[in-house]
């Protein structure tokens, strides 16, 4: 059975620093990962896929099958990056979400 | 112009009581869910329709009925809500292919 796992409930990065929220998966095939981001009292929304392999506001996720990690990473936050994330597979149209992380920049 | 658009946003009741949260889209795609977010900030799909046919349903109360009278319609229906029940519920659709889902703003439910 598909999982996603983000060990980390909450992260605290200092403006400036860099972030790194993790994500493990469990799936037995190819598979299709995404970072979706709920900013505070907004939508779920899109962030990032990794089939796509762009930046979105700064982001970056690489698809790591060996280690069956999708981790996201920015090089240096900023104080609109605060917001729930969460780590995504998709497989026959069900898409299954990690536990996500609640990031906070602190200023 | 809202792309999935639930209605309310806000709802408060009584434990015992029955309620029903609508969601549309009206961007022509062919599969709509219903995710419950808990107080934890879990988010666990519930349902899946895939033009009108029910395609995923997960392990829930069968106080909780999908209904889809057309496929940019996915309303849920629960009945004898408990405090167990209050969470936010989502609702989000898919273009067939695209495998990126489409939220809606969530609908707040409170049983109190």
């Known amino acids: 059975a598909q999982r996603v796992t983000q060990p980390e409930k909450l992260l605290s990065v200092f403006k400036g620093a860099p972030v790194e929220l993790k994500c493990n998966y469990s799936y037995s095939g190819s598979p299709e990962l995404f970072w979706y981001v709920q900013y505070s009292r907004q939508r779920l929304q899109l962030l990032l896929r990794?089939?796509s392999r762009e930046s979105i506001k700064g982001f970056t996720a690489d698809l790591n099958k060996g280690e069956t990690s999708f981790h996201l990473k920015k090089p240096f936050a900023q104080e609109e990056d605060s917001a729930m994330y969460y780590c995504?597979?998709?497989?026959?149209?069900?898409?299954?979400f990690g536990t996500g992380t609640r990031l906070t920049i602190i200023p | 112009d809202t792309a999935v658009s639930q209605t309310p946003k806000y709802l408060v009741t009584q434990m015992g009581n029955d309620k029903s949260i609508k969601c549309e889209q009206n961007l022509g795609h062919d599969t709509m869910y219903w995710y419950k977010q808990d107080s934890k900030k879990f988010l666990k799909i519930m349902f899946s329709y895939n033009n009108k046919e029910l395609i995923i349903n997960e392990t829930v109360p069968n106080r909780f009925s999908p209904k889809s009278p057309d496929k940019a319609h996915l309303n849920l229906h629960i009945n004898s809500l408990e405090l167990g029940d209050s969470a936010v519920y989502f609702c989000?659709?898919?273009?067939?292919?695209?495998?990126?889902?489409?939220f809606g703003a969530g609908s707040r439910l409170t049983v109190l």
């Open positions: 990794h089939i």
């Open positions: 995504a597979l998709i497989q026959d149209e069900k898409l299954t």
């Open positions: 989000a659709s898919l273009r067939s292919g695209a495998n990126v889902l489409t």
